[in-house]
């Protein structure tokens, strides 16, 4: 059976707690750069909602296959984001188009910044945390990363839109 094409669309909180509840072992470490069961998953999806967390995602067919949440701090313009892409569901440039699309979303919030952490061994992630200019807050293991948005070092501006026509080529 074929998959339909994908579309990158704002989510909810039920829809978002399902993707994550989903992700095998190795991408939830990849996630959260720690073991965690469905009971921290359950925590961690609480806190988004307390957060107020902007949640934006692929979803093909309905079903929610990766994801991305912008969590802002409560006392400045400095926003967390993260990412998690169901393992089958990966090398589609989906990471990239998130990328994108949280980018452009967090600017619309009125950020300034974004920080991500992940790990040393997160190629993918490190990658595109390059490609928009990130610059280490520390070392080891799980770095953390700052993105500006704004000024001098601040990564061209992308298209909110939906999914990039070249990432639909070849699509299957």
Partial sequence: MKAGAPEIAAVGIADYHRHLLRLDRASRWSRFAAAVDDRAID???LRLLAARADL?????????RGGAEIIPHTTDSLADA??????????????????????A????LGMSELIL?????????????????GVALDGGRISGFRIALHGDHAPDQRPAGGMPDALLQGYV
Avoid: Q
Wanted: proline share 4%; net charge positive.
């Fill in 43 to 45: 925590a961690h999806c």
């Fill in 56 to 64: 934006t995602g692929i979803v093909v067919d309905g079903e929610l």
């Fill in 82 to 103: 993260a990412f998690s892409i169901e393992t089958p569901w990966r090398g589609r440039g989906w990471g990239r188009a998130l990328m994108a699309r949280v980018v």
């Fill in 105 to 108: 979303r967090a600017r619309e």
């Fill in 117 to 133: 952490d992940t790990s040393d061994r997160n190629e993918p992630m490190l990658r595109l945390i390059a490609r928009y200019g």
